[in-house]
């Protein structure tokens, strides 16, 4: 539902309600006329997702790759800087830079957060670094200012996560740790200790975690040397298999997969390869189809044994079990569904939205043409780290607040996200990103049961400087192939467009700029995509999504850049929804938002919807039973990495294309994108409607703020201590 319901006159909200309910129910009629989409018919059952047991012994420590406390602390260097209290540590060993994670014990002196900047050899000022790779990690708020407070934070991202070092691996220099606005007489550093991968996995014998092996990530169980998980799970009926991915860290042994059928015993499959990196697997569960059975995952010690007891040294070792699932083949009307991500591609560049230079994005016009377009979507943000949870959660940035502190907040865990709702209905879900702004640095990669992040391509980006969308490409097919019988739910997020401006299209064809030579390759790179899917086997339908996260100004009110303003070159997007005869073609002219993609797929797909999505279901434009689903879409720049205190910047945008910027602690102006559609001519707000909308949208994102972080959690800062504690709590860690 539109926030802005709740501005309608009184008594409106009843009767909007009912015209939403009538409208849908036409909607669906109108946007699936033949056989209608569904979920597949017997969801895979998701190991990860039921209650599992664990046995076996919990693994001596040994993740510590370096650590520092008491006198050892004296080769920090102290000092009162203008922030507060930092300690700087000497040179670090090159090792270091492999680190996963940190642990702070300190005492805060009266500080609420402490900043933590791994400095590397890149060539980025140090302004940079403090920009794109300080960690903000807050205290807790009743923190006694002299006692010890420990902290955690992964630093596996701003090592080697960063999207300015893919083509190498930068060595760490050291790290600085600073207190703001600490008490000098009563601030104190005790301990810092750097642990291992392995420290990840050493708090139990087996549990679940996120795992990372040769730059993939997956949901996995882990499970140390002679450990177990059990899982109990109704197989489903059909023709069903067990599949997962294998991976191992380590000295580990066999992973064997066990069918536990009452007192039977049944071996499915063991793996005994030590390769880094992830290994397709199926075992065949048609015997026990339609049964409950208890699956046993299991990593042996399987040394050789005299007379029953084993010779040598124990094996230290992990095996992972990768996003395990029971699933049959999906009915041929489960459609695969593809989310294509332009980064910084701007609406009125593309020829569909009216862009001057001609044969610029040929298959995105023809998508536009034969599908469903959208002439006036407006971005949550003008950037990247804000945008993408909103696409994901349907949730605007002034109440995930995801980019707004730092550049290494991320998404809180917890929040539903769209990959999830498809994951548990049934779908594969594939992540493949080259920008870690849509992936591991924001916290988005939850719910995708692979997961590429920029990292996986480390040494093998070109000119670009960035993975190719040829490249993910490749990737998402290689995906594909290892299960053809499934249904795929995949995002794909390109950066040539992004990436204009760094001389991989500085000599553009005549009457070209090297904006639009960046978007005539991304196009090219989306229709060789289409071309070899549609010749797929597959046997079902394809939903496709192309959109953008935000625009670039390119020259408009004197500015070049992104995350500068909210004006349209920034703000305004391109959002195709097509199906090959399944959609009928339309050009919708009433205002859609970024966030609106998710609440629109769960209603057309039949999935449950997610309850604190802001966004509203476009099926109403798409069938073309409705004009407006919005009274106002709103936009918002919070905070940007380069210029962190620039003044803040909202907008709303009317159904009549009336618009109305804020500046935070500066002016207010009214524009009419109708006849003025990059914001030339600017107008007295006055006592302009619009800007009561404004002003009462932002008192309600107060409000939803503060609901969001007392039920999520803050964005700020990667995890710390407290937060792995209430996550193992909740279950999500073991």
């Not at 995509?529 to 009110?557: F, I, N, T, W, Y």
Request: proline letters at 8%; charged letters at 20%.
């Amino acid at each position: 539902m539109a926030f802005g319901m709740a501005f309608d006159r009184p008594g409106s909200m009843a009767a909007a309600v009912a015209r939403g309910a009538a409208a849908l129910v036409a909607a669906c009629a109108a946007v699936l006329p033949a056989a209608a989409w569904r979920a597949p018919a017997a969801p895979a059952m998701q190991l990860l997702a039921q209650r599992a047991d664990y046995a076996g012994e919990k693994p001596t420590a040994g993740a510590v790759l370096a650590g520092w406390k008491g006198g050892e602390l004296a080769a920090w260097k102290r000092s009162v800087v203008p922030e507060g209290v930092r300690w700087s540590s000497p040179p670090l060993r090159p090792e270091l830079g492999e680190a996963a994670r940190v642990r702070i014990v300190l005492r805060p002196g009266g500080a609420s957060k402490v900043n933590v900047l791994p400095v590397l050899a890149v060539k980025q000022a140090k302004a940079i670094q403090n920009q794109m790779r300080g960690i903000n990690l807050p205290l807790p708020p009743a923190a006694d200012p002299g006692k010890p407070v420990t902290v955690e934070s992964d630093v596996k991202e701003t090592l080697r996560g960063n999207w300015s070092d893919e083509a190498d691996q930068p060595p760490l220099q050291r790290i600085e740790i600073t207190l703001p606005g600490a008490s000098p007489d009563k601030a104190a550093l005790e301990e810092v200790v750097f642990e291992s991968e392995a420290a990840v996995y050493e708090h139990a014998a087996a549990g679940a975690a996120t795992v990372d092996s040769g730059g993939v990530l997956r949901p996995a169980f882990f499970v140390h040397t002679g450990a177990s998980a059990r899982v109990t799970i109704d197989v489903p009926a059909g023709e069903p298999s067990l599949r997962w991915h294998d991976a191992v860290l380590g000295d580990a042994g066999a992973r064997v997969v066990t069918v536990i059928d009452g007192a039977t015993r049944t071996e499915i499959a063991r793996a005994t390869g030590r390769n880094p990196g992830w290994s397709a697997a199926k075992a065949s569960l048609a015997r026990w189809a339609g049964r409950r059975v208890t699956i046993e995952l299991a990593t042996e010690d399987d040394r050789w044994r005299f007379l029953g007891f084993p010779l040598g040294w124990k094996r230290q070792g992990i095996g992972f079990f990768g996003a395990p699932r029971a699933a049959a083949p999906a009915p041929a009307d489960t459609p695969d569904v593809l989310v294509f991500m332009i980064d910084m591609l701007r609406a009125d560049r593309v020829g569909a939205w009216g862009a001057k230079v001609a044969n610029v994005s040929p298959v995105i016009d023809r998508l536009a043409g034969e599908g469903v377009a959208f002439r006036n979507t407006i971005s949550s943000s003008d950037w990247t780290k804000p945008a993408i949870p909103t696409l994901m959660t349907g949730i605007w940035e002034t109440t995930h607040r995801v980019g707004a502190e730092s550049y290494t907040d991320r998404l809180p865990e917890g929040v539903p996200v769209i990959q999830e709702r498809f994951r548990n209905a049934g779908w594969r879900t594939g992540s493949f990103v080259a920008n870690p702004l849509g992936s591991t640095l924001t916290g988005v990669t939850r719910g995708f049961d692979t997961a590429l992040p920029p990292r996986y391509w480390t040494g093998q980006v070109g000119p670009l400087g960035s993975p190719s969308a040829a490249q993910l490409s490749d990737a998402f097919f290689a995906w594909l192939a290892e299960e053809p019988d499934q249904a795929f739910f995949g995002y794909l997020h390109a950066m040539e467009v992004h990436r204009f401006a760094e001389g991989n299209y500085a000599h553009p064809p005549a009457g070209m700029s090297p904006y639009d030579a960046a978007l005539q390759d991304v196009d090219a790179r989306l229709g060789a995509l289409l071309q070899k899917l549609a010749a797929q086997p597959r046997g079902r339908d394809l939903l496709l999504v192309v959109v953008s996260d935000h625009g670039h100004s390119l020259g408009e009110h004197g500015k070049e850049g992104h995350g500068i303003s909210v004006y349209q070159a920034e703000v305004h997007i391109p959002l195709v929804l097509w199906s090959k005869g399944k959609l009928a073609p339309r050009w919708v002219d009433g205002i859609t938002s970024l966030a609106d993609v998710a609440p629109t797929l769960t209603e057309m797909l039949g999935l449950p919807p997610l309850p604190d999505a802001q966004g509203a279901s476009l099926a109403p434009l798409i069938a073309g039973t409705q004009a407006q689903i919005h009274d106002f879409v709103p936009s918002c720049l919070l905070r940007f990495v380069r210029f962190p205190d620039a003044p803040q910047q909202f907008t709303v945008v009317s159904p009549q294309l009336e618009k109305v910027i804020r500046v935070a602690g500066g002016s207010t102006s009214l524009y009419d994108l109708k006849t003025d559609p990059m914001e030339q001519r600017p107008r007295p707000a006055g006592d302009s409607p619009l800007v009561g909308v404004l002003e009462r949208w932002l008192a309600e994102q107060k409000s939803a703020a503060m609901e969001f972080r007392g039920k999520f959690g803050s964005a700020s800062g990667p995890i710390d201590a407290e937060q792995v504690e209430r996550l193992r709590s909740l279950g999500y860690v073991q």
